[in-house]
């Protein structure tokens, strides 16, 4: 459920139960809205009532806070939306098995045979009596 409070100085929506994406059209929409307007008031989504989300509306979440919208999150649960909202993406990474072997293979070569020069080489054999 969305709870809209309209006010001269902040624009709050409040967030409760769990939060899908037929909501998150609703609440993107009156985003929008308050970036198009001439007067500069604080909007804020309160999560505090959050219980839970679907992949668009964390998407939108996201998009908002990293906009600078200001949220407000007074739960422990609501807490811990608000630090996966807030965080950074983390990137998938796919690795090549048989390019991960071989980069592997050859750094393991290169850090257990070093190779000397020619003069480091006869000095050695030559301080070893070859």
């Not at 850090?111 to 480091?120: A, F, G, L, Q, T």
């Amino acid at each position: 459920m969305i709870t809209v409070h309209d006010r001269a100085g902040e624009y709050r929506i409040a967030i409760k139960g769990r939060f899908g994406a037929e909501q998150a059209l609703d609440v993107e929409a009156a985003w929008k809205h308050m970036l198009s307007e001439h007067v500069h008031r604080r909007f804020t989504v309160d999560i505090s009532e959050l219980t839970g989300y679907d992949t668009s509306a964390r998407k939108l979440l996201r998009a908002m806070y990293h906009h600078g919208v200001t949220f407000a999150a007074s739960t422990p649960a609501s807490l811990v939306f608000l630090n996966e909202i807030s965080s950074l993406r983390k990137r998938n990474v796919t690795a090549m098995p048989e390019a991960s072997r071989e980069a592997s293979s050859k750094m393991e070569a290169k850090s257990s045979v070093r190779e000397e020069s020619k003069p480091v080489a006869a000095s050695r054999a030559a301080w070893a009596g070859k």
